[in-house]
């Protein structure tokens, strides 16, 4: 199983910017397949798909995020993204990377974004 270790949380007014990182602790690109994908769960809601990048670079999103989210890899690192733009309030949450491979499947710790005035 790999382990994701995630960075990025932070508290920013509306309409600012934020960019999540997750980051494996071993070497993906040897994987055959690669899937990624982010989740968020606001407080006292379920946890709900925001983004995902498969092995060959194809991606979706959410139709609340679309145009403002950008997922994005880095196999050379190791690491995925989400670019945040245009955040607002709604968009509070607990944000969790998860890797899914021919080895299995990981989460991340999750790290918690804030959007507030």
């Known amino acids: 199983q790999v382990q994701l270790v995630e960075s990025g949380a932070g508290l920013v007014q509306p309409g600012r910017s934020l960019r999540l990182s997750c980051t494996t602790s071993r070497n993906t690109f040897e994987s055959f397949s690669q899937d990624w994908a982010w989740f968020r769960q606001p407080p006292g809601k379920q946890r709900e798909l925001v983004a995902q990048i498969y092995s060959r670079g194809a991606t979706n999103y959410a139709d609340s995020v679309k145009g403002r989210f950008t997922v994005s890899r880095d196999n050379d690192l190791n690491s995925v993204y989400l670019q945040m733009d245009s955040l607002n309030p709604e968009d509070t949450a607990g944000y969790y990377c998860?890797?899914?491979?021919?080895?299995?499947?990981?989460w991340g710790q999750g790290t918690q974004v804030t959007v507030s005035s």
């Open positions: 998860y890797l899914a491979t021919d080895d299995g499947h990981s």
